[in-house]
């Protein structure tokens, strides 16, 4: 298994990427919609936000390894779901 706090710097990493990226989007397109770009953002730090609880609060039944795992694969689809729909922004 790995260290949990590794696992704690990759959800602080990749969330901070998305909201980067995010922002470059905002000073890149001077038509962006701002308020769906808040939204991305928003959703991005509840995901954090969920992602930490679930890492601080496993249950006690469930193995390290799995449930880690598990937590690890929420990760990617919530980052990947993140940036599909930023990349949907700029192609209108």
Same mark, same amino acid.
């Given at each position: ?9 990759d ?5 901070? *990427? ?13 038509? !962006? ?7 991305i953002?928003?959703?991005? $730090? ?14 006690? *039944?469930?193995? !390290? ?15 990947? !779901? $993140?940036?599909?729909?930023?990349? !949907?922004?700029?192609?209108?």
């Amino acid at each position: 298994m790995r260290n949990l706090r590794t696992i704690k710097k990759d959800v602080e990493f990749l969330i901070g *990427e998305v909201v980067d990226d995010c922002f470059i989007y905002l000073e890149l397109n001077a038509e !962006a919609d701002v308020d769906k770009v808040g939204e991305i953002i928003g959703d991005a $730090l509840d995901l954090q936000d969920d992602l930490f609880d679930k890492i601080n609060h496993r249950p006690e *039944e469930i193995k !390290a390894d799995k449930y880690y795992r598990g937590v690890s694969k929420e990760l990617v689809e919530g980052i990947d !779901a $993140l940036y599909e729909r930023l990349s !949907a922004l700029s192609k209108k």
